[in-house]
């Protein structure tokens, strides 16, 4: 139960930055004020999602990676996390937040470029690291049903 709590809890933190990142994108170049606007308020309410699915997945990874295991594939997935939340806590919140604030005042000058290249590339980076991890992960459950499977086998033989 753990194992899929944190596997869908990841995919759709996954997926809620995917679709932040290609919103953004697609508003900027195609969108209006109105349009990049009603963007930047719909991610920062999204934010409300987005968080609580970051931090089950992070607390359901710690959970499934405990310190008696010491895979390096399992420390390699630790600390992607690690940098994929940092990054979200200290740069991708605080641009969404600062982008929203600029939409609705207009200002759609240089200081909202800049942050928003910065929103671009650490939503570019969180979405690999995220991507890795969940990557990881299936290969993780596919040996752990490997091995349940041989533990089967080899019980039930004579």
Do not use: W, Y
């Not at 399992?74 to 740069?91: D, E, N, T, Y």
């Not at 995220?130 to 080899?154: E, I």
């Amino acid at each position: 139960m753990k194992t899929r709590v944190h596997a869908v809890a990841g995919v759709l933190a996954l997926a809620l930055i995917s679709l932040f990142f290609t919103a953004s994108a697609v508003v900027e170049i195609f969108g209006d004020d109105a349009a990049v606007r009603a963007v930047k308020t719909a991610v920062v309410f999204a934010l409300f999602v987005l968080v609580p699915c970051m931090a089950i997945t992070g607390a359901t990874g710690r959970s499934l990676g405990a310190p008696r295991r010491r895979a390096p594939l399992i420390r390699r997935k630790q600390r992607r996390m690690a940098a994929a939340a940092a990054i979200g806590l200290l740069v991708l919140v605080p641009c969404a937040i600062t982008l929203r604030i600029f939409a609705d005042d207009g200002r759609f000058d240089t200081t909202f470029a800049v942050v928003q290249a910065v929103e671009f590339l650490g939503g570019a980076v969180n979405i690999t690291l995220l991507g890795l991890s969940a990557r990881d992960g299936r290969l993780l459950t596919a040996a752990a049903r490997r091995r349940k499977r041989q533990a089967a086998t080899v019980a039930v033989q004579p």
